[in-house]
């Protein structure tokens, strides 16, 4: 793991070429039988996803589509990589002209649900579910439906990805910088936690907008393979358990 120095320093570069880039000649075999997702594993994914639209109490949103999705259904998956779901709402039809703004909405269900299944894995990978909305656009290099055991999109091989380097080494130094100030500066939980809320946030909507090339996307992966985001977890897991002991 680099030191905060060593990362600001040299470490980036790197990490980055060793691991954000680093592309396959065949779809994870753990998770694929040539191009079919494994039936397991689907049916695994599916049995996590409606967990999730279960979660909903009161109104239950109209699910479109479940799908797989991120490096996983790629080539260009790493050691760090996380199993991307995305349970993809018609929002519109769900709530119509209701006052409720959806996307906020079903940003707070997700954020619960998460912070409730945080240990979550599947293989050794720490899952992650998202919620899509259909009026929304996604750049997703590839996109395999569970509900239709299908390729929505499938991704193609890329060797040689074209990206703005110089732009995601400076966003992934700022972000560092960032933090580093707020935990050397006694940052509170909250503070430290809305950090965390706000670049995932900033990466979903880029990889939304822009795809798996985007700026924040690269930069976010830069700084979790240096280790930066284990650090805040373990600093703020600290906090919390300092807070509750009586000494």
Known sequence: MLTFQQFLTEGITKEFKDIAFEYHDELHPTFWDGDKLRPEIRKQCLKIAQNFIASFKESKPKVVDITFTGSFAAYNYNPKSDVD??????????????KINPEEFFRAQLKGWNSDHKDLTMKGFPVEVSVQMTNIPTSAEAIYSLLKDKWIKKATLKKDPEFDHE??????????????DMMASGASV??????????RDARKKALQKKGEFAVENLAFKAIRKAGLLDK??????????????LH
């Open 85 to 98: 779901i995305h349970v993809v709402i018609d929002a519109d039809a769900a709530y119509g002209n209701s």
């Open 167 to 180: 732009a995601v080494v400076e966003r992934a130094k700022e972000l560092t910088k960032e933090l580093k």
């Open 190 to 199: 909250e503070k430290l936690e809305a950090f965390k809320d706000r670049i």
């Open 232 to 245: 805040l977890k373990q600093h703020i897991k600290a906090m919390n358990t300092k807070t509750l002991s």
